[in-house]
C-alpha cells in the first residue's frame, strides 16, 4: 500500500489550496484518515482527522478555515484549506488506517508529505 499526496505549492496569506492523498494498492478497508504537518524546527502535530462515518476533527489553529473530506469509493483524503497564515507553512502529510484483507490487522501508512508555504 502507498499513500501519494500532491496539491502543496507556494500561495500569498489569505489564499488557498487543496491537498489530495490517495492509496493504492491491495485496500479493503480504511479506518481513521488524517493530516499532519510539520514546520521546520518543529515536531509533527495532528491538523486534522476524520473517521469512517465522517465525523472530524481540528486542531484549534485551524478550525473554522480548514475542512477534511474523505471519499472511500476512490480511497483518498482531501484537505480543503482557505485563509492561509504564514504559520501555516510546513510540510503536510497525509495518513491512513488500512486494512489490506479482510482479516488482516489494520497498519498505519503515511504519505510522502507536500510541501505548503505562505507567504506574508
Known amino acids: 500500500v502507498q499513500l501519494q499526496a500532491s496539491g502543496g505549492g507556494v500561495v500569498q496569506a489569505g489564499g488557498s489550496l487543496k491537498l489530495s492523498c490517495a492509496a493504492s494498492?491491495?485496500?479493503?478497508?480504511?479506518?481513521?484518515m488524517a493530516w499532519h504537518r510539520q514546520a521546520p524546527g518543529s515536531v509533527r502535530e495532528l491538523v486534522a482527522d476524520?473517521?469512517?462515518?465522517?465525523?472530524?476533527n481540528y486542531t484549534p489553529a485551524v478550525r473554522g478555515r480548514f475542512a477534511i473530506s474523505r471519499d472511500d469509493s476512490r480511497n483518498t483524503v482531501t484537505l480543503q484549506m482557505n485563509g492561509l497564515k504564514p504559520e501555516d507553512t510546513a510540510v503536510y502529510y497525509c495518513?491512513?488506517?488500512?486494512?489490506?484483507?479482510?482479516?488482516?490487522?489494520?497498519?498505519?501508512?503515511w504519505g510522502q508529505g507536500t510541501l505548503v508555504t505562505v507567504s506574508s
Open positions: 476524520i473517521t469512517r462515518l465522517g465525523s472530524t
Open positions: 494498492g491491495p485496500i479493503a478497508n480504511i479506518n481513521g
Open positions: 495518513y491512513m488506517q488500512i486494512k489490506r484483507t479482510a482479516g488482516a490487522k489494520t497498519n498505519n501508512y
